[in-house]
């Protein structure tokens, strides 16, 4: 298994344009042998300590074999709808790792 932990940070105003996408990725997700594990938002108060930006979203992602995330970051489908990506999300950062 390879886990994808993705903080995610949203350009302001943007946020409808992201869930669009997120309606379109997520369920592909599956496609590839990938469960989402957790989606959230935080709230301010969930912080106990932060030395970076508070993200809008975390997603933490797994997927059997690294060549499932490729496929999956290389579908058709999903592609097509990058466009919406590109416009909602100003900054994110993928942490890619394997369960010990």
Same mark, same amino acid.
């Given at each position: 298994m390879i886990y994808i932990t993705q903080l995610i940070?949203?350009?302001p105003?943007?946020?409808? =344009?992201f869930d669009q996408f997120e309606e379109i990725a997520i369920p592909i997700i599956k496609k590839y042998n990938g469960k989402l594990l957790f989606r959230i938002r935080p709230e301010a108060s969930a912080y106990v300590e932060h =030395?970076?930006?508070a993200p809008y979203e975390i997603h933490l992602v797994e997927f059997d074999i690294e060549q499932d995330f490729e496929r999956f970051k290389q579908d058709e489908e999903r592609k097509a709808f990058l466009h919406l990506k590109e416009q909602s999300i100003r900054e994110s950062i993928l942490i890619q790792g394997s369960k010990r």
């Open positions: 940070y949203i350009v105003g943007q946020e409808e =344009t =030395t970076i930006e």
